[in-house]
C-alpha cells in the first residue's frame, strides 16, 4: 500500500463523534441514492401508472393513486434513513422507533389524502340531506375528518416513543386544568357550531345580525364563524354565542316593508284628501314590484301640529337592498305627483299668531320683536 493510499484509509477511519468518517460517508450515500431512486420512482413508475389508470373508465383507480403516491414515494426516504442510520452503527432501539414513526406518519398522510380525495364524494353525500348547507356542512366534515387523522397518528407517534398522552396531560396539574377548560370552550363551540348548521338558520353569503355584529357570512367553521361588516371589517364570532343568542337573518326575507307618514297642508279640503288616499291606494295596488299578498294601508290618521298626516304601509317584493331602494324612490315620487296633481302640497313645520287687540305705538313694536325671536329660536 503507497503512503498516499494508507494516509487516504487512515483519514477514513477516523472518529466523528465516535463514527468512523468512511460509515458516514457511506451512510450519507445511501440516503442520497434513495432520495434519487425516489425521483424516479415518481417521474417514471407513478407516472406510467398514471397513464394507464387514465385510459379505464372507472374513477376508483385513478383516486387510489392520487391517495398512495406520494405516500408511497417517501417509502424510498423511510427506507434510505433507515439504511443511514444502520450504517452509522446506532442501537437496535432506536432505529426501530424513528423506523416507526416514519411508517405512522406515512399511514397519516395517507389517511389524509383519503379525506381530501373523497371532498368532492362527501359533499355530494351532505347534498342530499339539503342543497342550502352542502358546502358549509360538507366543509365542517372534512375539517373534522382532517383533524381526526393528524390527532390520531400524532398521539400514535407520541405512544411509539413512550409518551403517555394521558398521563402527561394529568401531570401538567394547573396547565392540565387550564388545558381541559380551554378544551370546555371549544366543545361548546363545536356543538354550537353543529347546532347552527343542523338549524339551518344561516349559511355563507348570507346578511345576518348577532347582537352588534351586522353583516355577511363568510365562513362557518368549526370553533367560529366570520362575519364581514358592511365596513369591511371582519368579526370573528364563536359558535357558543350563535347557539345563545337570538339570529336576525336578513337575506331570509322575500319581501321589504316600506312604512312612512307623509303631511299634507291644513288647506287641503275633504274631497282632495279623499281623492289622494284612493289614488295612492291604486297605485300601491298596481305597483308591479310592491308585494301583492302582503299587507298594505293607506289611511288619513292623524290632525299633525302643522299637517294631516297620511300614514303608508306597504311591501316591496324583494328584499334586496338596492332594488328596495329604487322601488322606494318610484314610489315616493308618484306620491309626490298625486299630491301635485289634487291641487295639494306638503306641510312642513309652521305656526300661525293670532292678535285679538293690536297694541299702539312702541308696546306694539316691542311684542313684535319678542314674538320674532321666539320663531326664531324654534328655528
Given amino acids: 500500500m503507497t503512503g498516499s493510499m494508507k494516509e487516504v484509509v487512515d483519514f477514513l477511519n477516523q472518529l466523528l463523534f465516535g463514527v468512523p468518517l468512511y460509515k458516514i460517508a457511506l451512510a450519507f450515500a445511501l440516503l442520497f441514492s434513495f432520495v434519487f431512486l425516489r425521483k424516479l420512482f ?34 424510498f426516504i423511510i427506507l434510505g434513513v433507515f439504511l443511514f442510520l444502520k450504517t452509522l452503527g446506532l442501537e437496535k432501539d432506536p432505529i426501530w422507533r424513528i423506523l416507526k414513526s416514519l411508517i405512522i406518519f406515512v399511514l397519516t398522510w395517507t389517511g389524509y389524502n383519503t379525506v381530501c380525495a373523497f371532498e368532492s364524494h362527501i359533499f355530494r353525500f351532505v347534498g342530499k340531506f339539503g342543497k342550502e348547507l352542502e358546502k ?19 398521539v400514535a407517534i407520541l405512544q411509539e416513543w413512550g409518551i403517555n398522552v394521558s398521563a402527561l396531560l394529568a401531570s401538567l396539574g394547573l396547565g392540565g386544568l387550564a388545558f381541559a377548560l380551554a378544551a370546555k370552550d371549544t366543545a361548546a363551540n363545536l356543538f354550537g357550531g353543529l347546532t347552527v348548521l343542523a338549524d339551518k338558520s344561516m349559511k355563507v353569503g348570507d346578511w345576518v345580525k348577532i ?61 282632495q284628501m279623499t281623492k289622494i288616499l284612493e289614488d295612492i291606494r291604486n297605485m300601491l295596488e298596481n305597483h308591479p314590484r310592491i308585494a301583492k299578498d302582503q299587507l298594505l294601508m ?49 306641510a312642513f ?18 311684542i313684535f320683536q319678542a314674538q320674532n325671536r321666539e320663531s326664531s329660536n324654534e328655528r
Fill in 298 to 346: 293607506v289611511y288619513f290618521t292623524d290632525f299633525g301640529d302643522s299637517s294631516l298626516d297620511i300614514f303608508i304601509y306597504c311591501f316591496t317584493n324583494t328584499a334586496d337592498w338596492a332594488e328596495y331602494l329604487s322601488i322606494r324612490e318610484d314610489v315616493n315620487l308618484k306620491i309626490m305627483e298625486i299630491v301635485e296633481r289634487h291641487g295639494s302640497s306638503f
Fill in 211 to 271: 347582537g352588534d355584529v351586522e353583516g355577511i357570512v363568510e365562513d362557518i367553521g368549526l370553533r367560529t364563524t366570520k362575519i364581514r361588516s358592511f365596513e369591511k371589517s371582519l368579526f370573528t364570532v364563536p359558535n357558543q354565542i350563535l347557539a345563545n343568542q337570538p339570529l336576525e337573518n336578513f337575506s331570509r326575507r322575500n319581501v321589504r316593508r316600506i312604512k312612512m307618514t307623509i303631511g299634507v297642508t291644513y288647506s287641503t279640503s275633504k274631497e
Fill in 136 to 154: 358549509e356542512i360538507g366543509r365542517f366534515f372534512i375539517r373534522i375528518s382532517k383533524a381526526f387523522v393528524i390527532v390520531v397518528g400524532t
Fill in 42 to 75: 415518481v417521474l417514471i413508475v407513478i407516472k406510467f401508472i398514471k397513464r394507464l389508470a387514465s385510459k379505464t373508465k372507472t374513477r376508483i383507480d385513478d383516486i387510489v393513486i392520487e391517495i398512495i403516491s406520494k405516500p408511497l414515494g417517501f417509502i
Fill in 349 to 366: 313645520p309652521s305656526r300661525s299668531l293670532y292678535v285679538e287687540k293690536l297694541p299702539e305705538g312702541e308696546q306694539f313694536y316691542r
